[in-house]
């Protein structure tokens, strides 16, 4: 079985907000791009949230969120899966991020939220106990995920479960260059 390899993170030095996945999917493997499958609901939710418009080119849409405070990373850095499913990972292949290197390239960061229980599960089991010795006050935030798995949360309900994030968000404004 093929070693999956992760995305960078997406973050600036305004980033208030870190955005963790599991592990990106097939779909978004192969466009190089975070939340890339067509059903998957992360930017319609972005756009809801936090007005980043679902409907712009990729790099603006990470653009937008760099604006609003908002970065994007995995919990893993790879690990080997058949096919998409956060269940198919295999436990012992999972490398996780190098999160606590991260921090100091965050000054503000405040809030992890994780995208779904998968990538809360292995942010605590991974991450946690590391990034709380760096940062004590650094608070996480489990969030239903917006993966097309997840079928049983509409879109709408996604959006609500997902407004929390809103008194994390930094007004519109340019974005400050960072990793």
Do not use: K
Request: with cysteine; proline share 7%.
């Amino acid at each position: 079985m093929q070693v999956l390899q992760g995305f960078s993170a997406q973050v600036a030095s305004n980033t208030r907000v870190l955005i963790l996945g599991s592990m990106p999917g097939t779909a978004s493997l192969t466009a190089g791009q975070y939340y890339a499958h067509p059903r998957n609901r992360f930017w319609p939710v972005m756009q809801a949230v936090c007005g980043v418009d679902a409907q712009l080119a990729y790099p603006q849409r990470l653009q937008a969120l760099q604006g609003r405070g908002v970065g994007l990373w995995d919990v893993l850095a790879c690990c080997q899966r058949q096919g998409s499913l956060d269940s198919a990972i295999r436990r012992q292949s999972e490398v996780a991020v190098d999160l606590p290197g991260l921090l100091p390239h965050c000054p503000q960061l405040a809030l992890i939220v994780c995208n779904g229980t998968a990538a809360a599960r292995l942010y605590s089991r991974h991450l946690q106990a590391a990034v709380l010795a760096l940062r004590p006050g650094l608070e996480m935030l489990a969030l239903p995920s917006t993966s097309p798995a997840n079928a049983s949360c509409s879109l709408a309900a996604l959006a609500v479960h997902w407004q929390p994030l809103r008194s994390w968000l930094l007004p519109m404004g340019p974005v400050q260059q960072g990793q």
